[in-house]
């Protein structure tokens, strides 16, 4: 198939583009500059210059292409609702131009097991939590992507962990880390046993592939291989590996030494990805989260400016 990657330099994004050439598919991958220009064309794909903004742009690479795999997103929290409906404008514009150029054609969106009830164990099934405001909002997305089902479209959303993690950012664990190196302690929330889903990132490029070749329309995934790590565990992990103090947190301090990431750091987001695994025969083999912690922490420390 040939694919269209919004994201593909992103951190799962570069990651999927490998995943889906060494399958023996191709790859137009949308990129900003001429640096990921230049990054997504050494991995072996072709790529175009734009953004999730340009929506014309955007639907005719969408008709030129077998399948979609959507990951770029605007984050801007002082417009959190603004950047959700320019999410679902992009759904759109390349959802219908796969209608309007028919066969069979894939989309994939994206959105965050986060988005679900806290603090309880989240399942495929489960819509988000619409007594939040910004987690409700993010959620809005995947009704728009899955509504393609109905319109001839092999239409499904994937559901990123908080942490997927390997060689770079890591999601929310490289904020631990980037905390850690900054002011000497690795933090965690004192006054909650609470958990992170997480996944290796080319377990969940693996799962995004298998999503474009094999989900049945309407399908909702989970990119989860642990339900569950204590985020005090994954401190833990830093504060040995840096050689810092291990520090719990009150959730007033909590504010001031993570700032607009204290959110998730008091979050409880066990996921279960079980019927995921059962629908797709995905079955993750990566590192964990607290193998990973090495890794993450060796990148973070080579972006350090001297």
């Known amino acids: 198939m040939r ?18 050439l060494s399958a023996g598919h191709t790859v137009l991958g949308l990129v900003r500059s001429d640096d990921g ?8 794909a072709e790529s175009l210059r734009g953004t999730i903004e340009d929506l014309d742009l955007l639907a005719d690479a969408a008709s030129k292409c077998d399948a979609v795999i959507h990951l770029a997103f605007i984050l801007d929290f002082a417009d959190i609702e603004g950047c959700c409906a320019k999410d679902r404008a992009a759904i759109t514009a390349m959802g219908d131009a796969l209608v309007s ?9 994206t959105t965050a097991t986060m988005m679900l009830q806290h603090g309880k164990v989240g399942r495929e099934e489960d819509g988000p939590d619409m007594t939040n405001s910004m987690l409700s909002v993010r959620g809005a997305s995947e009704p728009v992507c899955l509504a393609y089902a109905n319109k ?3 239409a499904s959303a994937v559901r ?30 004192s006054e909650y046993n609470n958990r992170w889903s997480a996944c290796h990132r080319n377990d969940v490029a693996k799962l995004y592939r298998m999503a474009i070749e094999r989900a049945e329309p309407g399908s909702t995934f989970h990119a989860v291989a642990e339900e569950g790590v204590a985020i005090k565990d994954i401190a833990a992990e830093i504060s040995k590996h840096l050689d810092v103090p291990l520090k719990g947190l009150t959730q ?9 990431i204290a959110f998730g750091v008091s979050a409880d987001n ?10 797709l025969g995905w079955t ?20 350090i400016s001297v």
């Open 160 to 189: 990123i962990p908080p942490t997927a993690h390997g060689e770079g950012q890591s999601g929310l664990m490289g904020y631990l880390v980037d905390a850690a190196l900054q002011k000497g302690i690795s933090a965690y929330a």
């Open 3 to 20: 694919v269209f990657v919004t994201g593909a330099t992103g951190f799962i994004g570069s990651a999927v583009v490998d995943e889906l």
């Open 284 to 303: 993750p083999t990566g590192p964990t989260a607290l193998e990973d912690v090495p890794t993450v922490i060796k990148f973070k420390q080579s972006t």
């Open 37 to 44: 220009a230049n990054q997504v064309e050494s991995q072996g």
């Open 270 to 279: 066990p996921i279960s990805s079980a019927s995921t695994q059962e629908r």
């Open 252 to 260: 007033d301090e909590l504010q001031e030494h993570f700032g607009w």
């Open 152 to 154: 001839g479209i092999r």
């Open 101 to 109: 150029a028919g066969g069979d054609k894939a989309l994939v969106s």
